[in-house]
């Protein structure tokens, strides 16, 4: 080595002059580099779970024990908040505390199930109903560069995440929000312009003051969903009565469905009993039901079966189909997606607001049209007597100035609070409306179909519709 340098410096010295400096250069041509290093294997995730709080995987930890520890998968996950706006069922720990405390539980509950790769991207619980509120409260850029950054480190064949869209149930917005930016990332890991700092390579690997990740690109192939909707079974919510009339089960058909009631080769007891055991790590939260469970021995709560949501794959195989159905072993190039193209419109109209609006774009903008069939009308639940606020927007497509009214068509017991009733409109605008109501304060547990008209000169314009259950609901606060 040293004479090879003292060579390359003489010839270099020499080069205007000296024949005697071909010779070296000779040396340098035949001298072979070293193989480039592989991307590190022990992080390679065959299933990367992106989820926002720690214990969100307990409702499918049966299944992913199977994947860890009977198929021998590798599974990674990673929490986007720590979880710091949750309770304390145990201590007087709160706030940042509690954070702390929760992603210990986390290490544990999933070691408990064979996982031991575990990332925290430490962004701020935030317990409300509205995902673009969950997006706002967090660093959302932080957070999509941090999520590519571990695709590109853990090169997930699948991804696996919250289900993106409101539905009735616990319905938290930081799970859609985990969710929003897990499919953000899944499109963007392979795209080389996006965070292009990742993928430069170090300037002295071996040294100091390496400024970029040295990563190279990576494309997921399969993404799939599971959902805090009340009507899929989980051992947290299932509740057949709040079931939408309007529509089939959203588990019904639209993914792969795992019995949890199967005994675990390797651990001799169900998948059942080893959720409920991943559940007891998690003391802090609904722990004490995987304790009660394991004290008394019935995992009834637990043994119902695990069904995810087919988002989308690169490589085919069906929606209900076997999640690695398909998978190339040796990856797939970048695959871009549609993207953002805004529809063309025309006239005065009424549409439904945000969050509702923003997934329609979303979905299409990352190739998840199939989404919009599943839950075809927006929905939502009320306690009896709850005031709902109800995004819409009265727009005019035309090049002159609109006056619209708005009136709204309410199931019995329901009351209209309008702030205004009629909307100036310039042309070209759109004008953001909370529509106010109140639900009925008593009756019958069940769907109902709440709608607003848009009348222009007393002709209809436009409408829109949501459905909600009303009845006795536990679900995140507005
Ligand atoms: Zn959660």
Redesign the pocket.
């Known amino acids: 080595m040293k004479l090879r340098s003292l060579l390359t410096s003489a010839c270099l010295f020499a080069i205007p002059l000296s024949s005697h400096c071909a010779v070296s250069a000779v040396v340098q041509e035949s001298a072979t580099a070293p193989e480039l290093l592989r991307p590190d294997a022990r992080f390679k995730a065959d299933v990367l779970v992106v989820?926002?709080?720690e214990?969100?995987e307990v409702m499918i930890a049966g299944y992913l024990a199977k994947l860890a520890q009977d198929d021998h998968k590798r599974i990674a996950v990673v929490y986007v908040t720590n979880?710091d706006g949750?309770g304390n069922a145990v201590g007087n720990e709160s706030g940042a505390a509690l954070g702390q405390e929760r992603q210990m539980e986390a290490r544990r509950a999933l070691g408990s199930i064979g996982i031991q790769n575990v990332w925290f991207l430490n962004q701020h619980?935030t317990p409300n109903q509205n995902v673009l509120f969950s997006l706002g409260h967090w660093d959302h850029g932080h957070v999509l560069g941090a999520l590519v950054r571990l695709m590109r480190i853990t090169r997930p064949d699948v991804v696996l995440t919250w289900f993106p869209d409101p539905v009735s149930g616990?319905n938290?917005a930081?799970?859609q929000a985990s969710s929003v930016a897990a499919i953000e990332a899944f499109d963007a890991a392979a795209d080389e312009t996006k965070f292009p700092e990742q993928l430069s390579p170090a300037k002295n690997r071996t040294g100091m003051s390496n400024l970029t990740d040295g990563l190279l690109p990576w494309q997921p192939q399969k993404l799939y969903f599971f959902t805090?909707a009340y009507e899929v079974f989980t051992p947290y919510w299932f509740d057949a009565k709040k079931q939408s009339s309007f529509r089939k089960n959203l588990g019904d058909g639209t993914g792969p469905s795992f019995a949890v009631t199967e005994m675990s080769p390797s651990r001799h007891m169900t998948y059942a009993q080893i959720e409920a055991d991943e559940q007891t790590y998690y003391l802090t939260q609904e722990g004490k039901l995987g304790v009660d469970a394991v004290k008394a021995k019935d995992f009834k709560a637990f043994e119902f079966p695990v069904r995810l949501i087919f988002g989308k794959s690169l490589v085919g195989g069906s929606a209900t189909g076997d999640l690695f159905e398909g998978v190339k072993a040796e990856g797939v190039p970048f695959r871009a997606v549609h993207g953002h193209s805004p529809e063309e419109k025309h006239g005065v109209t009424l549409e439904i607001g945000d969050p509702w609006r923003f997934y329609s774009l979303f979905w299409n903008a990352h190739d998840l049209d199939r989404m919009a069939a599943l839950i075809p009308v927006p929905e939502m639940e009320a306690d009896y007597g709850e005031w709902l606020s109800i995004g819409l927007r009265v727009c005019n497509y035309t090049g002159n100035d609109a006056v619209v009214d708005l009136n709204a068509t309410l199931p019995a017991g329901w009351v209209d609070h309008p702030e205004y009733k009629r909307y100036p409109v310039r042309a070209g605008e759109c004008y953001p409306v909370a529509a106010m109501v109140s639900a009925r304060s008593s009756g019958e547990e069940k769907w109902e179909e709440l709608s607003w008209n848009a009348t222009q000169d007393g002709r209809k314009v436009g409408s829109a519709t949501v459905r909600v259950f009303v009845g006795k609901v536990g679900s995140m606060p507005r």
């Open positions: 989820v926002a709080h214990d969100d979880g949750g619980d616990e938290h930081d799970h805090d």
